[in-house]
């Protein structure tokens, strides 16, 4: 039997961001360049209530997801730490070469990520990455965040507050 928990879920209308990526499968493998409106969900989930019956108090997490939105909104994503993929400042441009296909685009224009690729996989750890501090010193223990993709296609990742991630 699993333990008693309390599980907040935060899904509002407005964490959302529309971005450009291509997804690498192998090296000789990826997608083209398109791109998606991506939704994330977000579930805090703990054992115990503070002196107020709250798991936490919510706003600086909603603050911060729509924080992540904002940044990402309208943009291409690129990823920082893929071997298959190579990515260059050139003054006001970004030269982005993966295989034999070479993308030039405005610097301003472009969120290069600290991920290994542009995946729902990846996002999905890259929020939680950015939101997991937000918990520290609440009654929370773990923290989920979905990213879709598409409607029927998401991740979730999970994983205790003050993990090794």
Known sequence: M????????????????????????SPAVAEDLHGHNYRAAVE???DRLDSLGLLMELGGV?????RLCTELDSKTILPEHC??????????????????RRYRLPAEGVSILPIRNTSIEELALY?????AP???????????VEIEETAGQSCVYTAEVGSAE
């Open 2 to 25: 699993t333990s008693p928990r309390f599980a907040l879920r935060l899904a509002k209308e407005d964490f959302k961001f529309s971005v450009a990526h291509f997804t690498v499968f």
């Open 134 to 144: 937000s918990l520290a010193g609440t009654a929370a223990r773990t923290l989920s």
């Open 83 to 100: 071997a298959l993929v190579r990515v260059e400042r050139e003054g006001a441009a970004i030269e982005v070469r993966y295989g034999s």
């Open 44 to 46: 805090i989930a703990g």
């Open 62 to 66: 909603k603050e911060e997801i729509r």
């Open 127 to 131: 929020f939680w990455r950015r939101l």
